[in-house]
């Protein structure tokens, strides 16, 4: 099935540079920031419906995990190449069964430890183990060797692309398996809001079940390093109505519409300081239908 396509919106004016590969609290109202500090992403459902376990979440909660989290790899849609995040480097052998991947010196988990070899080994047996979410993107990995800090040897079970598979979202993300401390239940730790991730941005404030439900705030430590502009603040904020969206990005409220009615979508092309971008997505969406149920002239129209 070819991706279908998606209309959004964006505010626009500011000069500022985005981390954000895409976005998603303690107080029921928004952080007193400056617009240009802070970056909120109207989205329609909750984001942590499923909880904060990078190993098995398998939701909406990418939204926000995809900045706390980060993989060995990224795949670049633009350019159709994968391209280097935690890994710097990787070869494979042996017809594709052996990949040898050399991880980024000076890379510190939020929770203040040091990603090493052994600590992303750690992450990606334990997300194996637990076999949720999903996890079937390391099903082709047999062992993992660690001969020194920095470097991981993965040997397959079958020939894979694992350099490819390596920078899927959910599962592939890399964390620290020591997050709740000698003898702590990492699960349990990681259900009460916390992450353990390597990103830009890490978990502030969680509000279940409120508007404002959940703010990310700039990791000081983090790698890529924060050089120039950046958005201090990330702010999900749940609005299930897209006219009160439109209101709110209308006013300068929100920074970013994830979904929108093609109506209400097309009012806004030209509008000063706002953006329309229409590009394809990523999401397929299935449907099932009963065609007994089905008159003939709707069976018609569907095909």
Not at 104 to 129: S, Y
Not at 150 to 175: C, N, Q, R
Not at 227 to 253: F, W
């Amino acid at each position: 099935m070819k991706p279908h396509r998606t209309g959004l919106l964006f505010a626009s004016g500011s000069a500022l540079a985005l981390l954000l590969a895409a976005c998603g609290g303690s107080s029921s109202s928004a952080p007193q920031q400056t617009a240009s500090q802070v970056f909120t992403y109207d989205t329609t459902a909750t984001v942590f419906d499923d909880g904060f376990d990078p190993a098995t979440e398998y939701s909406d909660a990418i939204l926000a995990m995809s900045q706390m989290y980060e993989t060995l790899t990224r795949w670049n849609p633009a350019t159709h190449t994968v391209a280097p995040v935690l890994a710097t480097s990787w070869s494979s052998a042996d017809g594709g069964k052996t990949w040898t991947f050399h991880l980024r010196h000076g890379v510190h988990f939020h929770t203040g430890r040091l990603m090493t070899a052994q600590a992303a080994k750690a992450a990606i047996l334990r997300t194996i183990k637990l076999g949720g979410g999903a996890a079937y993107v390391w099903s082709a990995v047999g062992s993992i060797d660690t001969p020194d800090q920095y470097t991981m040897v993965f040997h397959l079970k079958y020939a894979s692309p694992l350099d490819l598979e390596a920078s899927a979202g959910y599962s592939a993300y890399i964390y620290d398996t020591q997050a709740a401390g000698p003898g702590g239940n990492l699960t349990k730790w990681l259900s009460t809001a916390h992450d353990a991730g390597t990103g830009p941005y890490e978990l502030q404030t969680w509000n279940k079940g409120q508007e404002f439900e959940a703010i990310l705030k700039a990791f000081p430590g983090y790698w890529g390093g924060w050089a120039g502009p950046h958005y201090k603040k990330v702010v999900y904020r749940v609005v299930t109505a897209d006219t009160t969206a439109a209101q709110l990005l209308r006013s300068g409220q929100v920074s970013f519409v994830e979904q929108i009615s093609p109506s209400i979508w097309k009012s806004f092309q030209g509008s000063p300081g706002i953006k329309t971008v229409s590009s394809p997505s990523w999401q397929n969406l299935l449907a099932q239908l009963n065609a007994q149920a089905l008159s003939l002239p709707v069976r018609q129209a569907i095909l």
